[in-house]
Each structure stands twice: as structure tokens, then as C-alpha cells.
């Protein structure tokens, strides 16, 4: 927490809570349903599993065609935007709306997991991103949440209500190591509250599991 730069505001119009992209629901139907007429089971891009997407290594750009953690060096969300530098925008004629490009661009900027939690684990670091645990819980007016970074990173919290809203934002910077950040629910109803959190580290963006806090007053 040393050195750490807060801001802290509460929203009386709430945002909604961040949401990670899951895989299998939300990015493979867009495959399915607009890039496999040409994109099947073939060499070079192939998109009709998870793990043929991550394989694929187009001929254009020469390089895989997904870049975990960043959306602008992957010619995958390059070619589904409008005036790709090589080569014509997917699918040909058809442009993708916005909607699903953004979608995917989250996908990819969360480090493009198949499951929606794989995303906390970076493997070969000392500590992972993680959302650990909060204590008291439940608690009255204030917790204490741990969680832990790899790498120094600027971190959000969100802190939401059970339907969905923003109540509370804490964001910072953070060395890596294992960290603590207090939250306080003073001026809120009893119930369950759930925090996520998003770390910035480099061009890469993790998002943590949604964590269960339970206030009682
Ligand atoms: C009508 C056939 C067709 C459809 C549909 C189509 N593509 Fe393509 N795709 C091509 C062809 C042909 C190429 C190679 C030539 C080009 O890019 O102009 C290509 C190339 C690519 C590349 C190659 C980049 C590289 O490095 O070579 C990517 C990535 C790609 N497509 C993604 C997609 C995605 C994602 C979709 C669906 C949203 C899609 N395509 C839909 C025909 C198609």
C-alpha cells in the first residue's frame, strides 16, 4: 500500500459491474456464426475450437494470430476492424458490429483464456494475479481485502451490489507482492457485495473472479 496514489468515489448513477468475456459463450458463437465458411477446420487460420484459434499463424502477418493481453498487436482484431495494413477487413463484405468487435478486443486483453478464472494464473512468477480473500467477513463498516500482483501494476477495485451496480471505486498503483486494500461499506445497506479487480501491468489487463463480501450491520 506504500506509495499508493487513491482515489476513492461513489457513484450515485451506477455504472454496471465489469464482466470478464467468457470463451465459449460469447466469442466462439461469433466464429461459428460469421468466420467458419472460410475458416474451418483448414492450415493457417482455423477458428472452430479454442485451441485452434490460439494455433493459428495467418500468412499475412506471419505471426499467431491471437497475442494474449493485447488486442492491437493480434491480426485477429486487426482484420475484424475497419482498413486492416494488410489485406482486407473480416469476414470479407461483412463487417462484424461493434459490439462483437469490442467482445472479442476484451477477450484478448484479458490474456484470451478458454475459461473465464484461467485468467489469474500467470505461470513461472513468483506471485500470481489474484484476488485472495478479505477479512473480517462478514464485516461492519470495514474489510480488508489481500490479493497479490506479479508485476507493479495500476489497480481497480470495483465494489458492486447484489444487482449489479457500481457502489464503490478504489483504484492505485501497486508494487508486486502480496498487497491489502481496506474497503468501507458504512453507508450501505447490509447484503452481500461482491469486488472484482483489474490490474493494468505493461499493455497487459487481468480481471480477477468476482469475490463474495458479506456486510452486517
Ligand atoms: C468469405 C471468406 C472469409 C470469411 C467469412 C472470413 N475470412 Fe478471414 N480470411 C479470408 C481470406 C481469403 C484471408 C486471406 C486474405 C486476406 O486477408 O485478404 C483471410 C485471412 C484472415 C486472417 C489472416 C491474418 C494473417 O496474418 O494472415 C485472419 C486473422 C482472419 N482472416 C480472421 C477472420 C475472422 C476473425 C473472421 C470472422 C469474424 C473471418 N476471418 C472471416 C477469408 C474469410
Redesign the pocket.
Known amino acids: 500500500m506504500k506509495g499508493a496514489l487513491w482515489i476513492c468515489s461513489l457513484f450515485m448513477t451506477a455504472p454496471l459491474c465489469m464482466s470478464q468475456v467468457d470463451y465459449s459463450t460469447q466469442v466462439q458463437p ?2 461459428n456464426a ?6 474451418g477446420n483448414t492450415s ?2 482455423s ?1 472452430n475450437s479454442y485451441a485452434k484459434v490460439m494455433a ?8 499467431a ?1 491471437v497475442q494474449p493481453g493485447s488486442k492491437e498487436s ?3 482484431w ?3 476492424n475497419p482498413n ?1 495494413p ?3 477487413r ?5 463487417p ?1 458490429d461493434q459490439t ?1 468487435i469490442d467482445i ?1 478486443g476484451q477477450w484478448i486483453d484479458e490474456g484470451a483464456s478458454e475459461s473465464a478464472t484461467a485468467v489469474e494464473d500467470l505461470s513461472g512468477q513468483p506471485f500470481r494475479f489474484a484476488l485472495i480473500d478479505n477479512y473480517p467477513n462478514p464485516f461492519n463498516p470495514a474489510t480488508t481485502i489481500r490479493f497479490s500482483l506479479p508485476d507493479e501494476a495500476f489497480v481497480t477495485f470495483q465494489v458492486c451490489d447484489i444487482r449489479g451496480a457500481v457502489v464503490n471505486l478504489y483504484s492505485g498503483y501497486f508494487q508486486s507482492g502480496e498487497q491489502v486494500l481496506t474497503i468501507r461499506l458504512g453507508d450501505r445497506p447490509s447484503g452481500l457485495y461482491t469486488v472484482r479487480m483489474q490490474a493494468l501491468a505493461g499493455n497487459k489487463t487481468f480481471r480477477s473472479r468476482a469475490m463474495k463480501i458479506l456486510l452486517l450491520k
Not at 493459428?56 to 505471426?63: A, I, K, L, P, R
Request: proline letters at 11%; aromatic letters at 6%; glycine letters at 14%.
Open positions: 461469433v466464429f460469421s468466420c467458419l465458411g472460410c475458416h493457417g487460420v477458428l493459428s499463424v495467418g500468412s499475412q502477418f506471419g505471426t494470430a493480434s491480426p485477429l486487426i482484420k475484424i486492416p494488410i489485406g482486407v473480416m469476414p470479407p463484405n461483412n462484424l462483437k472479442i
